[in-house]
């Protein structure tokens, strides 16, 4: 065997190596997980409020936060990251400086640590100019801000992908630009849109952090009532439970993680279907 095959064999099993080992964690902290929190999986855990008492406390607050929170945020970032991407690839002119500041700063957005983001949503949406206060309004368009870039980066992707014949051939038949976008290439970059959206949207679901600096209760006894209501999320219930000293609230915590699991494996499993579902054969 030459030195370059061996090389290539020995980084192949590294490979396997790191992949089977990450694996095995990630099997042993479900394990876990599972084995403490399946007891108190049950239909009372999502219709009582948090307690003091852990034989009393559900997530009903929690789960509806997180509901209204991902409605909003999905609002948020549908309409402005479409047209963000539209934008960059039909309409920008790639030799303006603006155009290409934008591209840039939106790949590296992507990158940047959520608790920027909720430096961000503190200082701004929460405080400052908008002055929204610690509301369902403020926590939505910060997590929407985290996930924007992740949006436009799988729109145009998915715009991208569609053939550049499609174009031509409606442009040939009369159509107006706009038409043509609308009519023809958002259809078609539908299934990677929305596959783009709802991995975001998965993103989103889990993060605390931002949350947290925007002042998002961790104990809060009332679903929200609308956009300008208190709330609290899952992931935050979840912190909250596991900082409690007892025992009891360390086993609710673990069924919280399972329902928040649950969620994101029906999300993600959406994201699959519509990708195979809608997915054309160009």
């Known amino acids: 065997m030459s030195a370059r095959r061996a090389r290539e064999v020995g980084f192949h099993g590294v490979l396997l190596g790191c992949l089977s080992l990450s694996v095995l964690l990630l099997g042993l902290l479900l394990y876990d997980v599972v084995s403490d929190g399946a007891s108190r999986l049950s239909v009372d855990l999502l219709n009582r409020f948090p307690s003091f008492d852990p034989q009393r406390a559900g997530l009903e607050s929690a789960f509806w936060g997180t509901v209204w929170l991902m409605g909003t945020c999905a609002a948020f970032i549908v309409p402005v990251g479409v047209a963000t991407a539209v934008y960059l690839e039909e309409y920008a002119d790639r030799e303006r400086w603006w155009n290409r500041l934008i591209e840039v700063n939106v ?26 206060g610690r509301v369902v309004l403020a926590g939505a368009l910060t997590l929407g801000l985290l996930v924007l870039p992740v949006v436009i980066i799988a729109a145009r992707e998915a715009i991208r992908a569609v053939p550049s014949s499609i174009r031509e051939g409606s442009l040939a038949l009369g159509a107006t630009q706009w038409q043509t976008i609308w009519r023809q290439v958002l259809p078609a970059a539908v299934p990677g849109i929305a596959t783009g959206v709802i991995l975001a949207l998965s993103r989103a679901i889990g ?4 949350l947290i600096l925007v002042g998002a209760a961790t104990f809060v006894a009332f679903n929200p009532s609308g956009l300008d209501s208190g709330f609290t999320a899952l992931p935050l219930q979840i912190f909250n439970w596991i900082s409690q000293p007892q025992p009891e609230f360390k086993v609710l915590a673990a069924a919280g993680i399972i329902v928040l699991l649950m969620l994101l494996l029906t999300m993600n499993a959406a994201a699959i279907w519509l990708r195979n579902r809608y997915e054309r054969k160009w």
């Open 107 to 132: 790949q590296n957005l992507a990158a940047v640590p959520s608790i920027v983001y909720g430096i961000l949503g503190l200082a701004f949406l929460v405080r400052g100019p908008l002055s929204l």
């Open 207 to 210: 993060e605390t952090a931002p």
